[in-house]
């Protein structure tokens, strides 16, 4: 594949907690309309850098820029706002909204009437209500949640509500989706659905997206390229094939026994 | 686990026996004795203590998997549980034989009450008669509980019916003033309902919901399917206009002294919509919003008084935006410094601004500016060219104007793009802020608009009295407004108007009340958390909320297998 643009670019990213350093001098590239994974064992600092992106944490050392401009030390809305938006590794939806809510909510990066305005009804105001309305149900149907519109949130079962966490980031529009374990806690049939809708979301609209994911058929199945993190650090990076067959991958995830014998096992 | 039924009368006698015992020691029984339901047959009091034994009975029988139990061990229960009740409060009277100077320490447990309490027969006597009373109470109760429903339903409405006329004939009294005092003599007696009146009204709740049972519900019914949708339309409109005409006709029907109570039900009720854009859209526990409030009257006491203090000698019209504005500024003076704070440290800061406000409105510092503990005189009236606003009546329309004021913005607001942003900051703050939502204008806005609707009803207030002092913006306000915001149902603008008129109009017409105003929020907390924790007048989504597990249940049979597809 020809190797297009460079999206979101971190440059030797540390963050510390304390004495504990959770991400080490982390460089990564993530190019434009590429799918691209994060893994690594438990506790490797995954999430933690996820947070370092989407603006939760102030990033110790380094620079991450985005668009080829630095977001380092903006506030989470500003960095939705130039287009990052992202899911989270346990379900965090506004519970007691109702679905279409959940996602007009994720529209706010494009939304400018003001509350004034929404006291009066102004016409500008209502168009835009009413073109919010209409491409929040649009999204509901792209996502699959066709006629559950004014469910509560938490009322859904727990794959609706995965796939609505990500119908209310692709709301706001993003240019890049950070997935926190899209397929935690779903069976085979849900998580080869999700692996799909990740592939066709991408091919569909060009949009990039990097996710953290444990299962290593949604990992090695539609990744271009993978990032290994150990203890903060990055281990490995590649295609799926090289990292497979990656000693240091293998004794990270196994053991220093099993890396002599072994390849990931699919 | 099972339970002995017997064990249950024992548990729910006592219970309600401690009850019984506690509201007579501290004096509840005796002041409430002072207000007659039914002329010369039953005082507020009375119903207050033996209402225990009859809950008492009633309860003893209802068993948790609703089996039915027996004629026999069922009535028995309820004697035993009625029988029990009785016994605390025997306690508490033969400790004021054994201890005569028991005064000193229970001040309410007067000669009166135990006279009350034993029907004048002496301690022995007496004892004995209010345990078979109370006996036979708890029997009733557990009578009623077997009753077949269809026996049940129409009894306990007339029951209510009676009590409730007769709990509020002062306030009917009030609205049959302009009859000749004959006529009305033969309904009401001094306090409460003649006797029988209230056998009148009980026959005829009876007979009514007995039709209704019968017939009424479904004949009701088939008319309003055969409504059509332009029919309904017209209905509501209909009702809209007749419920409009009754608000603006209510001063002229209640007279001066309810129009004077339904003033201040409509102050707090302004209070309670700003306050629920604060902790009910946005999630914020804002303590000290009376501080807003004292800010409101302070700002138009200075501006219109044309006492010593004031110091523009403006009209009404001219500072009420002021005053307003005044408000709403220092809603956002107290929203900077917060705005990182969450649940308990917000509570505490916006506390601790309440009491620093009220302390400053007391303090000699600012006595030459403010009037310290004088307070300021001489507030100005609103005026319309020579018409001056100096009755409760008058005062009725503009608080009416500023509830509806209030209540469009509100229901403007919470369905518009910042209702959803409010809400998405009380659902998940970290996560809205990472949607694109900016905290810092979510939360000033909320807190700013909140202060001013708090900032409008002080300024009114100030101009009703003519006369503001710094205890009159004590904490119990900010208490108070939150309570009714709770009670009524967190989020729900109808929920504030029903909390307000049952927390403040309430105390406000039953006087015995005031006094124990603390213990009856208490209580009525306690109880709303229990029995219904979304509140008298729920919004929706708490309905939801609460009621999840049951929506859950039902969604979950049919739909159970069926797939969604991923990509539509």
């Known amino acids: 594949m020809v190797m297009s643009q460079i999206l979101l670019e971190a440059k030797h990213v540390v963050k510390r907690f304390g004495g504990l350093v959770a991400v080490n001098d982390f460089s990564v590239d993530i190019p434009e309309s590429s799918i691209c994974s994060i893994i690594g064992p438990n506790g490797a600092g995954k999430t933690t850098f996820f947070n370092c992106v989407s603006g939760f944490y102030n990033i110790d050392e380094g620079d991450i820029f985005f668009n080829g401009a630095s977001i380092k030390g903006r506030s989470p809305d500003k960095i939705a706002k130039r287009g990052i938006l992202r899911t989270y590794q346990n379900i965090r939806l506004f519970g007691n909204m109702s679905t279409i809510e959940n996602i007009l909510v994720g529209m706010e990066p494009l939304l400018h009437s003001g509350w004034i305005a929404s006291l009066f009804r102004t016409p500008s105001n209502r168009r835009e209500e009413e073109e919010a309305q209409a491409r929040a149900n649009e999204l509901l149907n792209f996502v699959g949640l066709t006629g559950l519109g004014d469910t509560l949130a938490d009322n859904l079962p727990y794959g609706d509500q995965r796939r609505l966490e990500i119908a209310r980031a692709l709301a706001g529009n993003p240019d890049l989706l950070l997935l926190d374990e899209p397929t935690a806690g779903m069976n085979p049939r849900e998580t080869a659905q999700t692996t799909e809708f990740i592939r066709q979301l991408r091919d569909q609209t060009g949009i990039t997206i990097l996710l953290i994911e444990h299962d290593m058929r949604v990992v090695m199945g539609i990744s271009e390229n993978i990032t290994v993190l150990d203890y903060g650090k990055k281990i490995a990076e590649g295609k799926p094939e090289e990292i497979q067959n990656d000693p240091d991958v293998i004794e990270a995830y196994l053991g220093r026994g099993a890396a002599a014998s072994s390849t990931i096992d699919l | ?568």
């Open chain 2, 1 to 568: 686990m099972s339970q002995s039924p017997i064990g249950r009368a024992v548990r729910y006698g006592l219970l309600a026996g401690l009850i019984a015992a506690s509201v007579s020691a501290i004096g509840m029984v005796e002041t409430f004795n002072e207000r007659d339901i039914i002329t010369g047959f039953l005082t507020l009091g009375q119903l207050l203590l033996y209402s225990t034994s009859i809950i008492a009975g009633y309860l003893a029988v209802r068993t948790k998997d609703n089996e039915q139990l027996n004629a026999g061990p069922a009535l028995l229960n309820g004697f035993v549980a009625g029988l029990l009740t009785a016994v605390p409060v025997i306690i508490l009277i033969l400790l004021t034989v054994a201890f005569p100077t028991i005064r000193n320490s229970l001040v309410n447990v007067s000669p009166a009450l135990i006279n009350a309490l034993t029907f004048g027969q002496g301690p022995y006597a007496g004892s004995l008669i209010l345990a078979a009373v109370m006996a036979v109470l708890g029997l009733a109760g557990a009578a009623f509980h077997i009753l077949p429903e269809k026996v049940e339903k129409p009894l306990f409405n007339g029951v209510m019916a009676t009590l409730l006329v007769g709990l509020f004939s002062e306030v009917l009294i009030n609205v049959f003033r302009p009859f000749p005092r004959q006529i009305v003599r033969i309904f009401f007696g001094t306090k409460g309902i003649q006797p029988l009146i209230a056998i009148i009204i009980f026959v005829a709740a009876v007979l009514i919901t007995i039709w209704w049972e019968a017939r009424g519900e479904q004949r009701f019914a088939r008319r309003r399917a055969s409504l059509t949708e332009e029919d309904k339309q017209r209905n509501r409109r209909i009702t809209l206009i007749a419920s409009a005409v009754l608000v603006l006709a209510a001063p002229w029907i209640l007279g001066l002294y309810l129009t004077e109570v339904m003033d201040v039900v409509g102050i707090f009720i302004i209070m309670g919509l700003g306050l629920n854009i604060v902790v009910g859209f946005a999630g914020l526990l804002d303590l000290g919003y009376v501080a807003f409030f004292a800010i409101g009257a302070y700002m138009m006491g200075l501006l219109t008084s044309t006492g010593e203090l004031g110091i523009a000698g403006m009209n009404f019209w001219m500072a009420l935006p002021i005053s307003v504005l005044a408000a709403t500024t220092a809603g956002i003076i107290l929203g900077i410094p917060v705005l990182r704070m969450r649940g308990d440290y917000l509570a505490i800061v916006t506390l601790a601004f309440g009491e620093i406000i009220r302390v400053l409105a007391a303090s000699d510092l600012l006595k030459g500016a403010i009037g310290g503990a004088q307070g300021i005189l001489k507030i100005g009236k609103p005026e319309i060219l020579s018409f001056v606003f100096i009755q409760p009546q008058h005062f009725y329309y503009l608080i009416l104007a500023g509830i509806a004021l209030a209540w469009f913005v509100s229901s403007r607001l919470r369905d518009a793009r910042l209702g959803r942003r409010w809400m998405a900051l009380r659902e998940d703050e970290d996560v809205a802020e990472a949607q694109g939502i900016n905290l810092v204008s979510t939360k000033l806005l909320a807190f700013a608009i909140g202060a001013s609707f708090s900032g409008l009803a002080g300024a009114i207030f100030a101009s009703r009295l003519s006369s503001i002092f710094p205890h009159s913006f004590n904490l119990l306000i900010s208490i108070n407004v939150l309570c009714l915001v709770i009670v009524g149902g967190i989020g729900s603008l109808p929920g504030v108007v029903l909390g307000a008129f049952v927390l403040v109009g309430m105390p406000e017409l039953l006087r015995e009340f005031a006094e124990y105003r603390l213990l009856l929020y208490g209580a009525l907390l306690i109880l709303t958390m229990l029995v219904r924790p979304e509140g008298l007048w729920p919004s929706q989504i708490t309905r939801r909320e609460l009621h999840a597990d049951a929506e859950e249940a039902a969604r979950e049979g049919p739909q159970h297998e069926d797939i969604h597809p991923l990509v539509g």
